[in-house]
T-cell receptor, first 111, second 115 residues
Framework: GEDVEQSLFLSVREGDSSVINCTYT??????LYWYKQEPGAGLQLLTY?????DMKQDQRLTVLLNKKDKHLSLRIADTQTGDSAIYFC???????????FGAGTRLAVHP | KAGVTQTPRYLIKTRGQQVTLSCSPI?????VSWYQQTPGQGLQFLFE???????NKGNFPGRFSGRQFSNSRSEMNVSTLELGDSALYLC??????????????FGEGSRLTVL
């Protein structure tokens, strides 16, 4: 079945850029998503990219998509302590609103 | 606009009992989907309802069921609870139509502990 994989942990210094990587297996993916989960909260959609795009920029967020390698990345510029959270890569699989999530990357931002 | 509301936020049950969780979607949204989040299995899709019909279902046993009412509110039920059902249950709503089907709005979840 479809699978989404991502590294589990990333630690960065405040003000640096963070890059979170993800790989997926479903070659028919139309949209790919990045969700954020803060402690004790539900998930919040950060951004998404359509499969015919290579890059999407949204303020401090840049999403890069390499369809050939099935690789997705999320870059957060000027990372702040408020960006500390778990970031999930997700792919729609098999119908409406059925998202396949990666395991999540815990981003820790230190001074 | 009010967000997705889930009740109860926390609950404790014992093995063998059943539980019902409730979700009120964003006004105007007709689709409600449910996900289970555990440390071991991560986020897993349970099912999705649109206009009172189940459109999609994940790989969970029949003990997990759901329904949607005419006002789009949804409930999920877990019968004969097992220890492994301890999890955060997340509800998400969306308009339910259109091409971008993964753009979901999540509630804060119902945390179920089974003893």
């Amino acid at each position: 079945g479809e699978d989404v994989e991502q590294s589990l942990f990333l630690s960065v210094r405040e003000g640096d850029s963070s890059v979170i990587n993800c790989t997926y297996t479903d070659s028919s993916s139309t949209y790919l998503y990045w969700y954020k989960q803060e402690p004790g909260a539900g998930l919040q959609l950060l951004t998404y990219i359509f499969s015919n795009m290579d890059m999407k920029q949204d303020q401090r967020l840049t999403v890069l998509l390499n369809k050939k390698d099935k690789h997705l990345s999320l870059r957060i510029a000027d990372t702040q302590t408020g960006d500390s959270a778990i970031y999930f890569c997700a792919d729609v699989s098999g119908g409406y609103n059925k998202l396949i999530f990666g395991a999540g990357t815990r981003l820790a931002v230190h001074p | 606009k009010a967000g997705v509301t889930q009740t109860p936020r926390y609950l404790i049950k014992t093995r063998g009992q059943q539980v019902t969780l409730s979700c009120s979607p964003i006004s105007g949204h007709r689709s409600v989907s449910w996900y289970q989040q555990t440390p071991g299995q991560g986020l897993q899709f349970l099912f999705e309802y649109f206009s009172e019909t189940q459109r999609n279902k994940g790989n969970f046993p029949g003990r997990f069921s759901g329904r949607q009412f005419s006002n789009s509110r949804s409930e999920m039920n877990v019968s004969t609870l097992e220890l492994g059902d301890s999890a955060l249950y997340l509800c998400a709503s969306s308009p339910g139509m259109g091409g971008n089907t993964g753009e979901l709005f999540f509630g804060e979840g119902s945390r179920l502990t089974v003893l």
